[in-house]
Each structure stands twice: as C-alpha cells, then as structure tokens.
C-alpha cells in the first residue's frame, strides 16, 4: 500500500530560524496536501499541490512539489512561536481519488 | 457556515456500551470521511462517503460501523470496542473529486475502558 514518510521526525528551533520538512511517497501521486495540527488541535488545510515540479508560496511558507511527483517539501522562513504543531503531507495516488493518506508528520517546535 | 462540527468532544465507554459518534457540515460538501488518530501518529483513514454512499472502507474492523443519513450528517456507531480502540476520531469532509482540501471537524476523544 501507499506509503508516505516524513523528516525530520521532530525539529526544534530557535525562533527566526528556517525550517524544512521533507515528504517522500513509494508511490507517485497524483497531488499532495499539506495540512498543520496544533497541538490539541485538528488538522488544518494548508495547500494543495497539483503539477510536477510546482512551487507555492503563502507568505512565509514555500511548498514544493518534486518532478517525479514523488516527494515535496514545506519551507518555514524566518519560524515564530505561532508555527508550533505538526506538519503533514497528504497524497492520494489516482487523480480524482478520495482516499488521502497523511504522511508520518513532522512536530515542530520554536524556542522563544 | 466553514465548520465540521463533532460531538460528543470527549467520550467514554466501556467494552460492552454502544455509542454513536456524529459529525455535521453545511458548507455543501459531498465527501465525508472518518480518520481515527493514535498519540503522535498521523490520521488513518477509515471511511469515504461519497454522495452518501459508502465509497471506500479501509478494512476496519465490524464493531465500527458508519452511516450517512444526509449529505449534512455522518454517523460512527460504536460497539463491543476494545481498549485500543482508544483514540481521538476525526471527522473531515471536501468538495467531491477528490482535488480539494478537508475541513476537519476538532474530534472525537475516545476511551474505552
């Protein structure tokens, strides 16, 4: 079955550091998601990823989508104490599917 | 209305007890999915109901048993759980199509005892 892995596992940083997590399928998929979880919280939608070799951007965050559409990343520029939780990817593997598989999440800590 | 709403929040039960989780939308989505969610691990999913018909069912097991009255509600019956079944239980729904993003709902918390 569909198999999506993330690192790291967990990360701690100084707050005005970068941050990256890094998302890998076994499979190629047809889109990728990323959604963040507070914790206590739920997932929140963040971004979809849809086209080969994609990059997008929302303010601090940059997202990208790797050509083989079996990997992707989430950059975090300059982290505040406001990007604490965990960060998944989500993938599904057919177009139009609605099976989506989360990633194993990367928690993010930011020390003030 | 943007919201997924669950209840109950928190819930208890022992192994013998039937209950129903329920989940609520009216942002006019026509997916509706059920995730169950362990300490620290990502969502499993568990459930896709597509134009309130059960879609996808990822061989979970026959004490949980979903249901979809309308394309608002969707339902988890709960019954003869064991104490692993332990775990915060995610409703989300979507557009249809399986190109958009999921608004989750805050959870369920679930423990069996």
């Known amino acids: 079955g569909q198999q999506v892995m993330q690192i790291p596992q967990y990360q701690h940083v100084q707050e005005g550091e970068d941050f990256t997590t890094y998302c890998n399928s076994s499979?190629?998929?047809?889109?990728i998601q990323w959604y963040k979880q507070r914790p206590g919280g739920h997932p929140v939608f963040l971004i979809q990823?849809?086209?080969?070799?994609e990059v997008k951007k929302q303010k601090r965050l940059t997202f990208q989508f790797g050509e083989a559409k079996k990997n992707s990343s989430l950059h975090i520029t300059a982290t505040q104490t406001t990007d604490v939780g965990t960060y998944f990817c989500?993938?599904?593997?057919?177009?139009?599917?609605?099976?989506?598989?989360f990633g194993t999440g990367t928690r993010l800590t930011v020390i003030p | 209305d943007t919201e997924v709403t669950q209840t109950p929040k928190h819930l208890v039960m022992g192994m013998t007890n039937k209950k129903s989780l329920k989940c609520e939308q009216h942002?006019?989505?026509?997916?509706m999915y059920w995730y169950k969610q362990k300490a620290k691990k990502p969502p499993e999913l568990m459930f896709v109901?597509?134009?309130?018909?059960?879609?996808i069912n990822e061989s979970v097991p026959s004490r949980f048993s979903p249901e979809c009255p309308n394309s608002s509600l969707l339902n988890l019956h709960l019954h003869a759980l064991q104490p692993e079944d332990s775990a915060l239980y995610l409703c989300?729904?979507?557009?249809?199509?399986?190109?958009?993003?999921?608004?989750f709902g805050s959870g369920t918390r679930l423990t069996v005892v």
């Open positions: 990823l849809v086209k080969s070799g």
């Open positions: 942002m006019g989505h026509r997916a």
């Open positions: 989300a729904s979507s557009r249809d199509g399986g190109n958009y993003g999921y608004t």
């Open positions: 499979t190629t998929l047809s889109n």
């Open positions: 109901y597509s134009y309130e018909k059960l879609s």
């Open positions: 989500a993938g599904r593997e057919q177009t139009g599917a609605n099976n989506l598989f």
